[in-house]
């Protein structure tokens, strides 16, 4: 089934959250949606590469950097295995690199900017909780719907029958 954020707005009124703009396209998929994982990190992608190389039946990891654009918490490698797994998108509040690679990979990539530097690995971050991303409470199991337009968040699937 096709969508577009402003309809989504449109049909669901108060049950969708809009995040603030500011997010810029990254990725080689520019629609995408798919229940919600989250993870919590500060300039450490461990939680990020873990989450990734998993099964994502069509997920969308919701990644709380912090806002911080010192180093880059989504790669090239990280995003490719990420497209193997099945991830519909990766949605960052912080930054990616590895653009020109992102833009050919059939995933979505949003984020607050990007950087050359990679993160330190040390283990730190926390997975499936709550966090915030550009001005929205996201929750895992939540419903994200992303398109040229902008970004929305649901607490359930908005496009079942």
Not at 12 to 27: F, I, K, N, Q, T
Not at 73 to 93: H, K, P
């Amino acid at each position: 089934m096709t969508f577009t954020t402003p309809d989504l707005c449109d049909e669901h009124g108060d049950d969708v959250r809009v995040l603030e703009p500011g997010l810029v396209d990254l990725g080689g998929r520019e629609v995408f949606h798919g229940p919600v994982r989250t993870v919590s990190c500060h300039e450490d992608n461990s939680r990020v590469k873990e989450v990734l190389a998993t099964p994502g039946d069509g997920a969308v990891l919701v990644v709380d950097g912090g806002g911080s654009l010192r180093c880059a918490l989504l790669g090239d490698m990280i995003a490719a295995g990420a497209v193997d797994q099945g991830w519909a998108g990766v949605v960052i509040a912080g930054a990616a690199r590895d653009v020109e690679v992102l833009r050919t990979l059939d995933l979505g990539v949003r984020a607050l900017g990007s950087v050359p530097r990679r993160s330190d690995r040390q283990g730190r971050g926390e997975l499936d909780v709550p966090v915030t991303v550009a001005g929205v409470d996201v929750r895992p199991g939540d419903h994200l719907y992303a398109d040229a337009t902008g970004i929305v968040v649901a607490s359930r699937n908005l496009l079942d029958g």
